[in-house]
T-cell receptor
Framework: ETGVTQTPRHLVMGMTNKKSLKCEQH?????MYWYKQSAKKPLELMFV???????ENNSVPSRFSPECPNSSHLFLHLHTLQPEDSALYLC??????????????FGPGTRLTVT | QKEVEQNSGPLSVPEGAIASLNCTYS??????FFWYRQYSGKSPELIMS????GDKEDGRFTAQLNKASQYVSLLIRDSQPSDSATYLC?????????????FGRGTQLTVWP
């Protein structure tokens, strides 16, 4: 266990559904991330939150909406997804700032299937 | 766009051999480098971090960094079948606002008994 938990671990949803992915880190970190990993493709960074400030990747469709209520919790709200959004969604956390190691620790991921 | 390049493999070595995984990166200003191991169907696991030129050893793993050549490698000594996984190289870039990791596509390693 890395100290980063994600729920649910598996999710099947229709294209008209709305669902949310949850991530919680117990490491005292101040930065959290959402990544997408599709088969045969490299990890794609979706969103970064550091000290609760969001950096948005402009290539992420608006059907993905992140929320970071505090430094320990991160959500990814999903709506009107497409089949090509089926992937492993990974949450990670790190300590950012002066003298930090910037080591990122990943949660177990949510395997999402859009039907 | 920062680039991190890895040999896609697959790399296949016999048990007990040394596995050598290589990675190059495009941004000369990068300062922090990481190796992750990812088993099939699982999430990436951090196994090595290196920040300065030279070698860093941790058990059977040795990371090597050469900033002048923009090259980082991972050696796995006495390879075991349990080392069979995809190894991801990652480079941290502080950027203008918030930092982020740039990942390579990964090298698939198979260690056969």
């Amino acid at each position: 266990e890395t100290g980063v938990t994600q729920t649910p671990r598996h999710l099947v949803m229709g294209m008209t559904n709305k669902k949310s992915l949850k991530c919680e880190q117990h490491l005292g970190h101040n930065a959290m991330y959402w990544y997408k990993q599709s088969a045969k493709k490299p990890l794609e960074l979706m969103f970064v939150y550091s000290l609760e400030e969001r950096v948005e990747n402009n290539s992420v469709p608006s059907r993905f909406s992140p929320e970071c209520p505090n430094s320990s919790h991160l959500f990814l709200h999903l709506h009107t997804l497409q089949p090509e959004d089926s992937a492993l969604y990974l949450c990670a956390s790190s300590q950012d700032g002066q003298g930090a190691s910037y080591e990122q620790y990943f949660g177990p991921g949510t395997r999402l299937t859009v039907t | 766009q920062k680039e991190v390049e890895q040999n896609s493999g697959p790399l296949s070595v016999p048990e007990g051999a040394i596995a050598s995984l290589n990675c190059t990166y495009s941004d000369r200003g990068s300062q922090s480098f990481f190796w992750y191991r990812q088993y099939s169907g699982k999430s990436p696991e951090l196994i090595m971090s290196i920040y300065s030129n030279g070698d860093k050893e941790d058990g059977r793993f040795t990371a090597q960094l050469n900033k002048a050549s923009q090259y980082v490698s991972l050696l796995i000594r006495d390879s075991q079948p349990s080392d069979s996984a995809t190894y991801l190289c990652a480079v941290f870039d502080r950027g203008s606002t918030l930092g982020r990791l740039y990942f390579g596509r990964g090298t698939q390693l198979t260690v056969w008994p």
